[in-house]
């Protein structure tokens, strides 16, 4: 990849940037949506830590170590994890509140990364962090939506066809059987959204990626060669994490018996 000047931006830029929020403020106000306080919380705290890991990746960067690399990724690992839990409304009861979205996350993070980097772009060394947190962390954070809303999907249609499902596995069906029409529709939703950007990017929108790369300087085409590939990667990724994580969470939901077992979840978080 062909590297290119590019222009610096000031804290001052930043600065006057935010002032957009703002605007954001006044219409919360204006319109009493009560959301004041909650813009910007969120604008301060993505701020900060945008800005700590701006300063922790360069140190990663020069370090250029495996182990910091691979320090630094199970981190992102564990807080998308705990983000996957956080946002059921039925949770998992016990450990598998959190293991289930962590295991899936960690398992596809870890296919995408040395399939993506290791035989894909090849760089040398094939632990480069520059290459590998950026796109793990491209991949975790797409993922993590089609976790999250699979899981979601598949906990509240069970707890809404729970009579249904538990007519079929009277009859003879398997818990499996029983749940298939759940999991495909919960298959489908976590799905979905990849689906959707794809359709749209390059026509609608320009992805964040591609558009980070071209105001760096880098030549579009090259830029567009990385977009492409990461989006496979990101689809591939939801795809998989969304079919073990449905899969694993309907296990869970029933037992050796073929029992639905609505039981092992909590309740609704409000």
């Given at each position: 990849?062909?590297?290119?000047s590019?222009?610096?931006?000031?804290?001052?830029?930043l600065?006057?940037?935010?002032?957009?929020i703002l605007?954001?403020?006044?219409?919360?106000?204006?319109?009493?949506?009560?959301l004041?306080?909650t813009?910007?919380?969120?604008?301060?705290?993505?701020?900060?830590q945008?800005?700590?890991?701006?300063?922790?990746?360069?140190?990663?960067?020069?370090q250029?170590?495996?182990?910091?690399?691979?320090?630094?990724?199970l981190?992102?690992v564990l807080?998308?994890?705990?983000?996957?839990?956080?946002?059921?409304?039925?949770?998992?009861?016990?450990?598998?509140?959190y293991?289930?979205g962590?295991?899936?996350?960690?398992?596809?993070?870890?296919?995408?990364v040395?399939?993506g980097?290791?035989?894909?772009?090849?760089?040398?060394?094939?632990?480069?962090?520059?290459?590998?947190?950026?796109?793990?962390?491209?991949?975790?954070g797409?993922?993590l939506?089609?976790?999250?809303?699979?899981?979601?999907?598949l906990?509240?249609?069970?707890q809404?066809e729970?009579?249904?499902?538990?007519?079929r596995?009277?009859?003879?069906?398997?818990?499996?059987e029983?749940l298939?029409?759940?999991i495909?529709?919960?298959?489908?939703?976590?799905?979905?959204?990849?689906v959707?950007?794809?359709?749209?990017?390059?026509?609608?929108?320009l992805?964040?990626m591609?558009?980070?790369?071209?105001?760096?300087?880098?030549?579009?085409?090259?830029?567009?060669?990385?977009?492409?590939?990461?989006?496979?990667?990101?689809?591939?990724?939801?795809?998989?994490?969304?079919?073990?994580?449905?899969?694993?969470?309907?296990r869970?939901?029933t037992?050796?018996?073929?029992?639905?077992r609505?039981?092992?979840?909590?309740?609704?978080?409000?």
């Amino acid at each position: 990849m062909t590297q290119t000047s590019y222009i610096a931006l000031t804290y001052w830029d930043l600065a006057m940037a935010a002032s957009l929020i703002l605007i954001n403020g006044l219409l919360s106000f204006a319109f009493r949506l009560g959301l004041e306080r909650t813009l910007f919380v969120a604008a301060i705290r993505m701020t900060v830590q945008l800005m700590a890991i701006g300063f922790v990746l360069k140190f990663i960067f020069i370090q250029t170590s495996p182990l910091w690399t691979l320090g630094l990724g199970l981190l992102m690992v564990l807080f998308a994890g705990r983000e996957a839990m956080a946002r059921q409304t039925r949770r998992y009861k016990g450990w598998w509140a959190y293991g289930l979205g962590t295991g899936t996350l960690l398992f596809v993070g870890l296919l995408g990364v040395l399939f993506g980097v290791g035989v894909l772009i090849g760089p040398d060394p094939w632990h480069t962090p520059r290459l590998v947190l950026p796109i793990l962390g491209m991949i975790l954070g797409n993922t993590l939506n089609g976790i999250s809303l699979s899981l979601e999907t598949l906990t509240m249609a069970a707890q809404r066809e729970r009579t249904s499902i538990e007519a079929r596995i009277a009859l003879g069906a398997t818990r499996f059987e029983a749940l298939s029409v759940v999991i495909r529709q919960s298959l489908k939703t976590g799905m979905m959204p990849i689906v959707n950007a794809m359709a749209a990017t390059g026509i609608v929108s320009l992805p964040g990626m591609m558009t980070g790369q071209i105001l760096a300087g880098v030549d579009p085409v090259e830029a567009t060669k990385y977009q492409v590939l990461i989006t496979f990667l990101i689809a591939g990724g939801t795809a998989l994490g969304a079919f073990v994580a449905v899969l694993g969470g309907a296990r869970l939901l029933t037992d050796e018996r073929h029992r639905l077992r609505l039981d092992r979840l909590e309740k609704p978080v409000q």
